[in-house]
Every structure is written in structure tokens, then in C-alpha cells.
């Protein structure tokens, strides 16, 4: 349309109203208890922290999506390299973000199906994130969760980060923060089957450095395991990494300090995981290459994996480094991402080993720790941050690569370095530098308590209307009324939902006003779309 007019349909008595709904908006639902019994949501990780870290956006790229009737979502585009049958349900769950300079798209959660079409997004500003962003239950319902702030220059969450609760509505159930002058972490949120919560939690601590090579004073950056009852906000665990933890059981150089804003990061936790007893849980330190299981009435250490104190003999294939996503599988079985890389974002030494997904298997009779089972991407890749592997509901194992910008899915078995394509079913890349924490496969059911989203163009050859609805994963056909008056309006087609926006052609169609309705598979009706009306724009 390269006249001097064309017609947007917008509205009616509006100029131009996207109707995507944002946190700021009115929501009804949050607060304790029962997730029935919504009370007035509380706000947080919306304000980002002095000096956070502000990529460049670049949102007008083949890289990015964009779309008429939902234009303030501007989410990356991925780029299917791999799909093969034998694939778990579910949609792929991502958080994307960069600490480089230029970002591709807005941050935010983002919800795809394997054709990386946009199920939900969560828009945020480029200088805010989120992580860890999943499907969890909550008092048997499921929920996703997800945190929210800004990072440090350092990469380190900042002061004013939360965790959010939605609902199968996009309403905000409740919003959490660390307790004890601790700060929020982005690594880990964990609802437990007893409606607590498990969460990572950072504090800066002033130390004498000296004894470790560094200054009189020093920053250290402490690590704690916070577990709050969701019903009344209560801190019913708390452990200090400080307390129990040496100093001296780091890999990270005090010398890294000079590039992570005068902070030491001796620990870097980064993964919580339920164990078989309720008293224990497990804990990764990817700093200290262990991983730790803590005893909670007692907070003792009750043993380590890896590390300088390991109270296993790891074979020399089982061995790790800078892990991540550390999980108890059963009562000898441990699965975690083996970053296998490395003290620095911009270095990678020489014959460092390849990121990979890693099982090892446990024998406590003689305290030994025994390759099960790995998992590389092809090809290889060096993630120097990040990642995790989750087991999915058909045995399949799916992978968020880190640092490295792509998620995949195998069959179970996995592969080895030589044998790269072995299994693999699914694999994916993110555009640019941007990066996901984490890449999560879950299944998920949603009607959004907002209404869908309209647009309509014409040309000569009659009304185009754009229809979309940032979250409903149940809208399978859109039925489209008209008519000349907003009482008047009839039934005039239906067309099946494709992608995130769906493109209705109206030939002939003169009518002035227009809406949609959202149905599934036996034509319920799930939504329905303001009435719009014409208006002429300028070209």
C-alpha cells in the first residue's frame, strides 16, 4: 500500500489501544494461602537499579518478530535448525537477555512452540530481565514462575529483584523477595509440594582479603538458601554459604575482582534441588566445582561432590567444572550441566573440555562418583555461563545450552563428542549474542483474563483484519463478526488460528465495524475482541 491513504481499522472512540496487557495494568489476583483467594498484588522488579546493565535494542530486524495487532511485542526470533519426531509436549520457555551490547528484541519470558512461534511473551525494558522462567505447581494448580530485576555491571542480580507467581490467567497469585538484607538471585526458584518456596539469595560482605591475596578490605559476595512459607511470607530456612563454606574452596581468582565491580564470587550458587528426604536438600556451587548436600535442621554439610573437599572419588569421565542446574534424580543419581568452562567470559584455555549435559551415578558403599551418560550439542560448544538439562515426562532430555545460543531436545541415551548427531531431536538458536539462563520444555494451559487483540486494514480488494492473543493456548479458529453499526453485528467467517497473528482476509467486505472471537476445537467460545471501528491514516 504505497498510496497516499490506506485504512486501519482501530478501537472505537480511541486512537490506537494495544490491549497487551503489561504488570503495571490492574490485576486482580495475588497474595497467601489458598490460590483461590486473590488480595491486591505487590509490584517489584520493575525499577531498574543505578548502573544495571542497558543493552541497545534493535527492533526493526529480521531477527524480531513483529506484529499489527499486538505492536508493543517485540520478541527475538529462533531459528529451527533440527526437529525430529519423538518429541516431548509442551511449549519451550526461555528468558531472553544479553550482556552484550546490542540486544535483539525486547527481555522478557518467552513462550514458543517448536516452530518458535510466540505463545507468550513478557515484554520488559532492556535494562530488566527475567530468569528461570518455568512451570511449577502451587497448591495443586500449575503456575508459572519466573524472577524479575535488573543485573549489575558484574552480571550479579541486583537490589529490587523478586520472583513473580502467575496464574492460567496471567494474574499475578504473589510475589516474593529474599529476606535478611539479602538480595533476590535470579538462579533459582523452587516451589516445593508443600507450598514453600526454595530460593538463592546474595548479600556483599566486607572481608580481609589479605590472607587470600587480595585487599584489606574486600568485598565477598555471600551466598544464602532462603525457604519462605508462601501462606504468610514466614522465613522458615535460612543458610549462610559464609558459615560453612571456606573461603580457600574457590576456583574463581581473587584477582577477578578488577572485572566484576570489586566483588569476589567465591561460591556463585546457582541450582537448589529436592532431594529423597525432606530434611535435605541439594545445592551446586559452580565456583567451588561442588555440589553440596545440605541437611536442613542442622544446616551441616552432609557430603560434597567435586570440588577440594569431595567426599566422593570422581572417575576421570565423570569429572566437572563450573556446573550448573545440579538435580537428585534418585537416591545415586545426579544430573547437571558441566559447563567444563571457565574463570573468564572472554578466554577459553586451550583442550577445555566441551560444555555438555552429564549423569553420573553415585556409589556410597565405596564413596566413588561414576559417568552414567552425556549429552553435547553439535557442534561442540564451550558455554561459559549458564545452562541447565531437564528431564521431560516421555524420558527425553532437553537442554539449555548457556552461554552458548541454542536449546535442544534428545532422546534418551544421549551421545558423546564423536558421536554428535546420536539422539538428537530438536535443536534450536537464538539470534546474535542474546542468551537464555535456562530453556525449559513444559506443557501449559491458558485463557488470559484480557481480551484478544484486533486490527484491521483495507485496501481495493476489501478488509484484512489481524488477530492475535499474547498467551491463549487454546484458541484454535477465530469467528469474525461485521457489520455496519455496533449493534448490528454478524457472523461472516471462520478461519483456523495460525502463529501468534493471524492474517483474515474480508474480500468485499464494506463493512464500518468489525470484531473476533476466540474458540477451540468444538467452537467454544474462550474471548471475544473490542469492536472496531475505521479510521484513515496518513501514509
Same mark, same amino acid.
Given at each position: 500500500?504505497?498510496?497516499?491513504?490506506?485504512?486501519?481499522?482501530?478501537?472505537?472512540?480511541?486512537?490506537? +489501544?494495544?490491549?497487551?496487557?503489561?504488570?503495571?495494568?490492574?490485576?486482580? #489476583?495475588?497474595?497467601?494461602?489458598?490460590?483461590?483467594?486473590?488480595?491486591?498484588?505487590?509490584?517489584?522488579?520493575?525499577? #531498574?537499579?543505578?548502573? =544495571?546493565?542497558?543493552p541497545t535494542e534493535i527492533l526493526e530486524s529480521s531477527k524480531v518478530w513483529s506484529f499489527l495487532s499486538s505492536p508493543n511485542l517485540r520478541p527475538m526470533k529462533i531459528s529451527v535448525t533440527t526437529e525430529s519426531a519423538g518429541l =516431548?509436549?509442551?511449549?519451550?520457555?526461555?528468558?531472553?537477555?544479553?550482556?552484550?551490547?546490542?540486544?535483539?528484541g525486547q527481555p522478557g519470558a518467552l513462550m514458543m512452540d517448536n516452530s518458535g512461534n510466540p505463545l507468550w511473551f513478557h515484554p520488559l525494558a532492556s535494562n530488566l530481565a527475567n530468569m528461570d522462567f518455568k512451570v511449577q505447581r502451587y497448591y495443586e494448580s500449575p503456575v508459572l514462575t519466573f524472577w524479575q530485576g535488573s543485573f549489575l555491571a558484574s552480571g550479579l542480580s541486583a537490589p529490587g529483584s523478586c520472583y513473580y507467581i502467575l496464574d492460567n490467567h496471567y494474574q499475578i497469585v504473589k510475589t516474593v523477595t529474599a529476606q535478611n538484607g539479602f538480595t533476590s538471585d535470579g538462579h533459582e526458584f523452587l516451589?516445593?509440594?508443600?507450598?514453600?518456596?526454595?530460593?538463592?539469595?546474595?548479600?556483599?560482605?566486607?572481608?580481609?582479603?589479605?590472607?587470600?591475596?587480595?585487599?584489606?578490605?574486600?568485598?565477598?559476595?555471600?551466598?544464602?538458601?532462603?525457604?519462605?512459607?508462601?501462606?504468610? $511470607?514466614?522465613?522458615?530456612?535460612? /543458610?549462610?554459604?559464609?558459615?560453612?563454606?571456606?573461603?580457600?574452596?574457590?576456583?574463581?581468582?581473587?584477582?577477578?575482582?578488577?572485572?566484576?565491580?570489586? +566483588? /569476589?564470587?567465591?561460591?556463585?550458587? $546457582?541450582?537448589?534441588?529436592?532431594?529423597?528426604?525432606?530434611?535435605?536438600?541439594?545445592?551446586?556451587?559452580?565456583?567451588? /566445582?561442588?555440589?553440596?548436600r545440605i541437611n536442613k535442621p542442622t544446616g551441616n554439610i552432609v557430603w560434597q561432590l567435586g570440588g577440594k573437599q569431595s567426599s566422593f572419588t570422581i572417575e576421570s569421565s565423570a569429572s566437572f567444572s563450573w556446573q550448573h542446574d545440579a538435580r537428585f534424580i534418585s537416591n545415586?543419581?545426579?544430573?547437571?550441566?558441566?559447563?567444563?568452562?571457565?574463570?573468564?567470559?572472554?578466554?577459553?584455555?586451550?583442550?577445555?573440555?566441551?560444555?555438555?549435559?552429564?549423569?553420573?551415578?553415585?556409589?556410597?558403599?565405596?564413596?566413588?562418583?561414576?559417568f552414567e551418560s552425556s549429552y553435547y550439542?553439535?557442534? $561442540?560448544? $564451550?558455554?561459559?555461563?549458564?545452562?541447565n538439562l531437564q528431564i521431560l515426562d516421555n524420558g527425553n532430555i532437553f537442554i539449555g545450552w548457556g552461554g552458548s545460543p541454542h536449546f535442544s531436545e534428545f532422546a534418551m541415551g544421549g551421545n558423546d563428542v564423536n558421536n554428535l548427531q546420536k539422539n538428537l531431536l530438536y535443536d534450536a538458536t537464538i539470534p546474535g549474542e542474546n542468551t537464555t539462563y535456562r530453556a525449559y520444555r513444559y506443557d501449559w494451559k491458558?485463557?488470559?483474563?484480557?481480551?484478544?487483540?484486533?486490527?484491521?486494514?483495507?485496501?481495493?480488494?476489501?478488509?484484512?483484519?489481524?488477530?492475535? /492473543?499474547?498467551?491463549?493456548?487454546e484458541t484454535k479458529f477465530w469467528q469474525i463478526y461485521a457489520g455496519t453499526s455496533v449493534n448490528d453485528l454478524k457472523f461472516v467467517t471462520s478461519i483456523a488460528k495460525t502463529g501468534f497473528e493471524t492474517t483474515i482476509p474480508l474480500a468485499g467486505n464494506n463493512s464500518s465495524y468489525v470484531q473476533v472471537k476466540a474458540t477451540d476445537t468444538i467452537g467454544s467460545v474462550l474471548g471475544v475482541s473490542a469492536v472496531i471501528t475505521e479510521s484513515i491514516v496518513e501514509n
Open positions: 500500500m504505497n498510496k497516499a491513504h490506506y485504512k486501519v481499522f482501530n478501537i472505537k472512540k480511541f486512537k490506537q +489501544i494495544v490491549l497487551v496487557v503489561l504488570f503495571a495494568e490492574a490485576i486482580t #489476583s495475588c497474595g497467601g494461602g489458598n490460590i483461590s483467594t486473590p488480595n491486591t498484588p505487590l509490584m517489584c522488579g520493575t525499577v #531498574s537499579y543505578p548502573g =544495571a546493565l542497558t =516431548a509436549s509442551g511449549f519451550t520457555m526461555i528468558t531472553p537477555f544479553t550482556a552484550a551490547d546490542v540486544l535483539y516451589i516445593t509440594p508443600n507450598n514453600t518456596a526454595l530460593f538463592i539469595a546474595t548479600k556483599d560482605v566486607l572481608l580481609d582479603l589479605r590472607p587470600y591475596g587480595g585487599a584489606e578490605s574486600g568485598i565477598v559476595l555471600d551466598y544464602s538458601i532462603q525457604e519462605i512459607d508462601l501462606s504468610n $511470607n514466614k522465613l522458615i530456612f535460612f /543458610w549462610d554459604a559464609l558459615k560453612h563454606i571456606p573461603i580457600t574452596n574457590t576456583y574463581e581468582s581473587v584477582g577477578s575482582m578488577s572485572s566484576s565491580g570489586n +566483588i /569476589w564470587d567465591v561460591y556463585h550458587m $546457582n541450582a537448589v534441588s529436592l532431594t529423597d528426604d525432606h530434611n535435605d536438600i541439594l545445592v551446586s556451587g559452580r565456583n567451588t /566445582w561442588t555440589i553440596y545415586d543419581l545426579i544430573s547437571m550441566f558441566d559447563d567444563n568452562c571457565c574463570s573468564s567470559n572472554s578466554y577459553t584455555p586451550p583442550e577445555t573440555p566441551y560444555s555438555h549435559g552429564l549423569f553420573l551415578r553415585l556409589n556410597f558403599a565405596d564413596m566413588t562418583a561414576k550439542h553439535n557442534p $561442540n560448544v $564451550n558455554s561459559h555461563s549458564e545452562g491458558a485463557t488470559p483474563f484480557y481480551p484478544p487483540n484486533i486490527v484491521a486494514t483495507s485496501n481495493d480488494s476489501g478488509m484484512v483484519v489481524y488477530a492475535s /492473543w499474547n498467551g491463549s493456548t
